[in-house]
């Protein structure tokens, strides 16, 4: 139980290209969804807070014009670069909490996307 | 929130246990501590989280002492599929560490 799925697993494109990723939560509902970026020999940073019919809520230092994410419903989430440079390639990974478990619940993590931009 | 200390690297050999202590001198009443396990280009994979005292899952242990100001992991039996980045999060914390990382040796 607790899969999240993350499409696609990679992605190289020339830039100024947008990308869409998505995070979907398989067999559970996330009102909550979070997504990170994560360089080589790092740790994972994390970019913003996606919530269900909500704005997101991005940390300092992340262009939200830049990374435009959507959370139509309770199991998808988008994460959008929009018109990608080569310094925005990267590893990016998405999260999920279950709604519907009370209590202190641990994040579900997809598989991450590799983006390399041209 | 709670900042998390962790050793930056570790090394093991097969077959050993493996104990990889967490400081959080900071926690909260109500937070629990979770522990996540990160192979290169995959998302974390959630291990083990616990509240106080010890708690046992088919692959790890978590031993909390009475403060709570660290825990630690303890990964019994390691093999060379345990090299891994482990990271300790507290609370409702979602901000990620350096974690630790992990080197088995054959």
């Known amino acids: 139980g607790a899969v999240v799925s993350q499409h696609p697993s990679w992605v190289i494109c020339k830039s100024g290209t947008s990308v869409k990723i998505e995070c979907r939560s398989l067999?559970?509902?996330?009102?909550?969804m979070f997504w990170y970026r994560q360089f080589p020999k790092q740790s994972l940073m994390l970019m913003a807070t996606?919530?269900?019919?909500?704005?997101?809520?991005?940390e300092q230092g992340v262009e939200k014009d830049k990374f435009l994410i959507n959370h139509a419903s309770l199991t998808l989430s988008t994460l959008t670069v929009t018109s990608a440079h080569p310094e925005d390639s990267s590893f990016y990974i998405c999260?999920?909490?279950?709604?519907?478990?009370?209590?202190?619940?641990?994040?579900?993590f997809g598989d991450g996307t590799r983006l390399s931009i041209l | 929130l709670a900042k998390t200390t962790q050793p930056i690297s570790m090394d093991s050999y097969e077959g050993q246990e493996v104990n990889i202590t967490c400081s959080h001198n900071?926690?909260?009443?109500?937070?629990?501590i979770t522990w996540y396990q990160q192979f290169p280009s995959q998302g974390p994979r959630f291990i083990i989280q616990?509240?106080?005292t010890k708690v046992t899952n088919e692959v790890a242990s978590l031993f909390i002492p009475a403060d709570r100001k660290s825990s630690t992991l303890s990964l019994p039996r390691v093999s060379l599929s345990d090299t891994a980045v482990y990271y300790c999060?507290?609370?409702?914390?979602?901000?990620f560490g350096k974690g630790t990382r992990l080197h088995i040796l054959p």
């Open positions: 999060l507290v609370g409702s914390k979602i901000i």
């Open positions: 616990g509240y106080k």
């Open positions: 900071n926690i909260a009443t109500n937070d629990y």
């Open positions: 999260s999920a909490i279950d709604s519907g478990v009370l209590g202190n619940q641990p994040q579900h």
């Open positions: 996606s919530n269900e019919g909500s704005k997101a809520t991005y």
């Open positions: 067999d559970f509902q996330a009102t909550t």
